[in-house]
């Protein structure tokens, strides 16, 4: 199982452009989730999805946006970038078993708004 | 919302020290993760534990419900031990359910 991919690795955006973060995972998970992760603070949770067709928003969602038409793929897109959303970026599955789980995170995106 | 704290912020020590790093959390929950993060590297579980005491070769991960405390030892630790150590915990509560602390960055000098 190559687990959860992301893509790309490393990414510079000018202000206002936008782009999209791939995340995919091989292990049929029903729960997939985007966080960031900025210096000296904890993961923050964007947007989630507990199953294909049904996306909700996180603690951070303002400024990204989501959907998930499969299993597999969650992507999230960054509709204008600015400066504030440099961040590094991280997908993460996993498949609920009663209330204790393994979560698999991707290799991460950075990304860079200049 | 729970609240996690993660103490100390900086750990650096020689190499074969016997590290401790420690995880208080305020909300009763039901599991608690320790996570590693290697420099410019992805996220990395480590533990995922609800009571008692896990070993997994030179980390052991202990977990006291009713102080709301986790504490996850290396022993033996070395060079390649260096990186950010994470505590995460469910509590169901949330969008997500899990709050993450701000992690603790270890470096093992040789």
């Known amino acids: 199982n190559a687990g959860v991919t992301q893509t790309p690795k490393f990414q510079v955006l000018k202000t206002g452009q936008s782009m999209t973060l791939q995340c995919a995972q091989d292990m049929n998970h029903e729960y997939m989730s985007w966080y960031r992760q900025d210096p000296g603070m904890g993961l923050r949770l964007i947007h989630y999805?507990?199953?294909?067709?049904?996306?909700d928003q996180g603690e951070v969602p303002n400024g990204y946006n989501v959907s998930r038409s499969t299993t597999e793929d969650f992507p999230l897109r960054l509709l204008s970038a600015a400066p504030s959303q440099t961040s590094v970026y991280f997908c993460?599955?996993?498949?609920?078993?009663?209330?204790?789980?393994?979560?698999?995170f991707g290799p991460g995106t950075r990304l860079t708004v200049t | 919302k729970n609240e996690v704290e993660q103490s100390p912020q900086n750990l650096t020590a020689q190499e074969g020290e016997f590290i401790t790093i420690n995880c208080s959390y305020s909300v009763g929950i039901s599991a608690l993760h320790w996570l590693q993060q290697h420099p410019g590297g992805g996220i990395v579980s480590l533990f995922m534990?609800?009571?008692g005491k896990k070993k997994h070769g030179r980390l052991i991960a202990t977990i006291n419900i009713q102080e709301k405390h986790s504490s996850l030892h290396i022993t033996a630790s070395h060079p390649r031990d260096s990186a950010v150590y994470i505590c995460a915990v469910y509590s169901g509560g949330g969008a997500d359910g899990l709050t993450f602390g701000k992690g603790t960055h270890l470096i093992i000098q040789p």
């Open positions: 993460a599955s996993r498949q609920m078993m009663g209330t204790l789980y393994e979560q698999y």
């Open positions: 534990l609800s009571s």
């Open positions: 999805s507990v199953g294909a067709g049904i996306t």
